[in-house]
């Protein structure tokens, strides 16, 4: 070890002990707001990054205010929730980074009557004994959907593997090939079947496979037909696909019964929208299907979840499998799936409540009023500062409708006076962090997911940001 030059040891030994700050009338005062332990942290973070400024003969500021100062902030910081709101200036609506669905304040009053205290999740009221968690929303599930019976689980991922482990486990599941798909990184067709103990049959092409190839695969070991929507990509040009009454005929026929991995899962039909590409999940179990899985928080716009849904002996099955204990969602969340359910009872009612549905089937002239709203709000704040509105188009995200463009307005911003780059930053790290998207040399804000009340945060934000150089 090199030992420090002689003025570095002088700085080093004039830094105050940890014991010496807590002392202090600043000491006692952060004792008295925080907890000991983040309070005990602080100063020894800053002690050792002081060190390593000294060390490294980096400039470094040893005025006892300014140490006080940093040990502050940096009990602020260490006290302060890792996970909290952002606000969502990107326009896209189901943002997996961003925690996908937004709850409405109605979903989330319901969480919290049943967190506050105890609640029936697992008792039967009417004989006073034992009932079972998914009853509060197989009802709702039911009216919606058309399904017999249903069951949700932690994600749309858990759904499909607990469904595989339960209808094929060591027997052959048969998929085309053009539905191999990945989504989001960690979920991809063959990985999760695998870990199901379910047997991969691929059938088909990529671009083509027909029904004779499913039915030329069927053997005694064939336990399951998986249809997988292709979500986040689409094959286009000369192609062909078996579409699910085809499979569900084909299933009927061997005694077969036939899944469908759905994703997205819409309870609305969004034809009268003018979106032709997705169907609804009342569709698909009117197709015959006998389980159909989607997700909670895309198209729903509910919390995590998974959602499985069909025939009642074969959701008998899955619930008795281990893995249906394993999966298996909390009292908030299945608190905040029936108050998002009911909402469905009126479909005019969940385009107005939802806020997914809301975000996304918002007239192109709301969005734009909005952008004006935001953009003229920041001209008079910042006379310096040049603000366009822009018309450009935003995507649904999360995997769900990848092909169709949702009409939107930006407002795009060229900081004068800092880089682009700058600015996005500042931005992220304001409080809440704001998040943005960066175009050519211009800042984005789409207006499509920006809430009213959170213009004037940003309208602070921007100010703060792009007056500091
Ligand atoms: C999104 C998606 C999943 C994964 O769903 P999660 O709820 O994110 O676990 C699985 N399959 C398909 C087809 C999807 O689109």
């Known amino acids: 070890m090199i030992s420090a030059a002689p003025e570095k040891q002088k700085k080093l030994s004039s830094l105050p002990s940890v014991d010496e700050l807590l002392k202090s009338p600043e000491g006692n005062k952060w004792l008295a707001d925080f907890q000991r332990t983040i309070v005990g942290q602080a100063p020894r973070d800053i002690r050792a990054s002081k060190r390593k400024d000294i060390l490294s003969g980096r400039p470094c500021d040893m005025a006892r205010d300014s140490l006080l100062r940093d040990i502050q902030s940096r009990i602020l910081k260490n006290a302060s929730f890792s996970l909290q709101p952002v606000i969502n200036a990107t326009g896209i609506v189901l943002h997996t980074n961003l925690g996908r669905s937004v709850l409405s304040e109605k979903v989330l009053r319901n969480v919290v009557a049943v967190g506050r205290g105890f609640s029936n999740l697992e008792y039967d009221l009417e004989a006073g004994n034992r009932g079972k968690r998914h009853i509060h ?96 990509y689409r094959i286009i040009g000369f192609t062909e696909d078996v579409s699910i009454t085809e499979l569900v005929t084909l299933g009927k026929k061997h005694h077969l019964p036939v899944m469908y991995d759905l994703g997205s899962g819409c309870l609305i039909d969004l034809k009268a929208y003018g979106i032709h590409s997705e169907p609804s999940v009342q569709e698909i179990v009117r197709s015959g299907v006998d389980i159909v899985t989607f997700s909670g928080d895309k198209l729903l716009g509910g919390p995590q979840g998974g959602i499985i849904a069909g025939r009642k002996k074969y959701i008998e099955k899955i619930q008795m499998n281990p893995l249906a204990r394993v999966l298996r969602v909390d009292k908030l ?57 822009i018309s450009d188009s935003s995507r649904a995200g999360g995997g769900s409708l990848p092909e169709v463009d949702f009409p939107t ?28 998207r960066i175009k050519g040399d211009a800042l984005i804000l789409d207006a499509r997911t920006i809430r009213e009340h959170e213009i004037k945060i940003i309208i602070g934000a921007l100010t703060a940001s792009l007056m500091q150089v």
């Open 137 to 232: 929303t197989k009802r709702l599930l039911r009216e919606i959907t058309g399904a017999e019976d249903s069951f949700i689980v932690n994600n749309n991922a858990a759904a499909v593997m607990l469904c595989l482990n339960a209808m094929a486990r060591d027997k052959e599941v048969i998929v085309s090939r053009s539905e191999l798909v990945e989504i989001g990184g960690s979920f991809r067709v063959p990985d999760v079947m695998a870990a199901s103990n379910a047997l991969l049959r691929e059938v088909g092409t990529t671009n083509k496979t027909h029904l004779h190839d499913y039915s030329n695969a069927i053997s005694e070991n064939t336990a399951l037909l998986l249809k997988v929507h292709q979500s986040n």
């Open 333 to 389: 969340t299945i608190a905040a799936f029936e108050s998002v359910l009911m909402e469905y009872m009126d479909e005019k009612k969940a385009v107005e409540e939802i806020p997914v549905l809301k975000m996304l089937l918002q007239s192109p002239e709301e969005i734009r009023a909005r952008a004006i709203r935001l953009a003229s709000r920041l001209r008079k704040a910042l006379k310096n500062e040049h603000f366009d509105i």
């Open 409 to 436: 307005f930006t407002v795009s911003i060229k900081p004068s006076l800092i880089s682009v780059n700058k600015l996005e930053q500042r931005l992220r790290n304001s409080s809440p962090p704001i998040i943005t």
